[in-house]
């Protein structure tokens, strides 16, 4: 038979609530202050009592000594004069210490009287007048007992040979029933006041602990999966509680902020890969129909072979650009990444920018000529941004990569807008920025359209082919490369009023070369 080992003190405390531990320990306490406070209070009265019965056995002890030890059967008039002081017994004794004669101030006294030792002088001096404590004949109570010898008393030092002592015993049962009354009040008043602090207590810990309850079941709709679950402020937040619970919403704050965003790369991610997916799945599958075609024979003659292949390297042309376009966004990302504070931060990056002071005047005045090499038809400005005269526009940049975010903004423009809607190029600066705008005065967009147009294969009609509506990436890598040269690219658009993309750059405290053309031609 397996036996069972004692569960040791620790253990068993560990294993119960906090509330209740704290209610234990408060109730211990509080019982072992009422223990300790009554152990005193007993004390210290039985002390007081035990005086006062010393005070008045020795006032006895001196009356009766200074009378004469009696004779006869009959109490003399001076011992019955003491039964005033309660249960009190007189007893005359020789030198030897053998009784002369005893008598008794009541009529019974309690426990069959004091069961005195044999006192004789020797004895009695040895006390010194001072009251000891012997027990009673027949009960559980005890005596307090004074022996005092008569010629100490009655006659000088010098002729203290006459024998004889007197022994005074009083009964202390008053005082024990006073001390045990006393014990017994104390004990019931304090488990009273036990019982009464315990379920005040429960109430009081319940109540203080709330706030830690409350934590607790954040702390599990938090495990559920419910992140947004919060813990609902305390009243006083600079107490522990409060600083607590401030921090703890704080760490949520972050942890769900964490995971939304998680989510949120996680579903980009997915929309990514089936958008790539769709992408280059489009100019393999017309790769792979046309070597189909020619395999089965189906290209006789050369002409036929020509077109064939002519197609084919225009789809392996897409398909590059397609891939192209998408490992730069990659190294783009990448390198974000690693601006946010993630764990590769002090790697080289993987896109590098070739920084140098320009102006952003020559990009306007190539991007007014690419329009109008685009479409000769489409009328086109040079301004200054909103409007007015272009003016210089100082910036630190990679010439060819804002070049690649121009030539996106231009291409979209032409693309997207019917022939002969016009196009405003606009360079400058403002406030503390170089800007360089691309506006047309076509359809517009929605608020919708707006809000996802520099999402990644996002195209603003479903229904264009990808030879009218390009890959959709264009406007993503032009985002992404002015956020890489640490600016930002806007769009202000709403229904007929066209698009302006404005670029903006800080400025170039380096003073940019010429242009080399004017603008304004």
Known sequence: MKRLRPVPPAAWLGRMSLRTRL????????????????????????????DRVDDRLALTGRIASRLSPPSGTD??????????????????????????????????????????????????????????????????????????????????PQLSGAGGSVVVATSMEEVDRTITKTRNLSLTAGLALLAVLGVAGWFAVRS????????????????????????????????????????????????????????????????????????????????KGYTDLHRMGATPTREDVDRTMTRIAEEAERLTRLVEEMFLLARLDEDAAGADGGPDTAREPAFALDLAPMDLRTLAADALRDVRALDRTRPVTLTGPGGGKPATAPALADEARLRQVVTNLIGNAVTHTPPGTAVRIGVGTAGRHAVLEVADEGPGLTAAERARVFDRFYRTDDSRTRATGGSGLGLAIAHALVTAHTGRITLDTAPGRGCTFRILLPLSDDPPPAPGVDPTT
């Open 23 to 50: 209610l234990c320990l408060s109730v211990a306490l509080v019982a072992v202050g009422l223990l300790g406070t009554g152990l005193l209070v007993t004390t210290a009265l039985h002390g007081y009592l035990q």
């Open 75 to 156: 109490t003399p008039p001076g011992v019955r004069a003491l039964g005033v002081l309660g249960d009190t017994t007189v007893t005359y004794v020789d030198d030897a210490g053998a009784a002369r004669r005893s008598f008794d101030a009541s009529t019974a006294p309690p426990g069959g009287g004091p069961d005195l030792p044999r006192l004789g002088r020797a004895a009695v001096l040895e006390h010194g007048g001072r009251p000891f404590t012997v027990p009673a004949r027949d009960g559980e109570h005890d005596w307090r007992v004074v022996a005092l010898t008569q010629a100490d008393q009655v006659f000088p």
């Open 208 to 287: 203080g602990l709330r706030p830690l309850t409350r934590i607790e079941e954040t702390a599990t709709a938090i495990t559920s999966g419910d992140y947004s679950h919060r813990v609902p402020e305390p009243a006083a937040p600079h107490t522990e509680v409060g600083r607590l619970t401030t921090c703890l919403n704080q760490m949520l704050d972050r942890i769900d902020t964490a995971f939304r965003a998680r989510t949120e790369a996680e579903a980009r991610t997915r929309r990514f890969f089936a958008d790539a997916s769709h992408e280059l799945r489009t100019p393999l599958v017309g790769i």
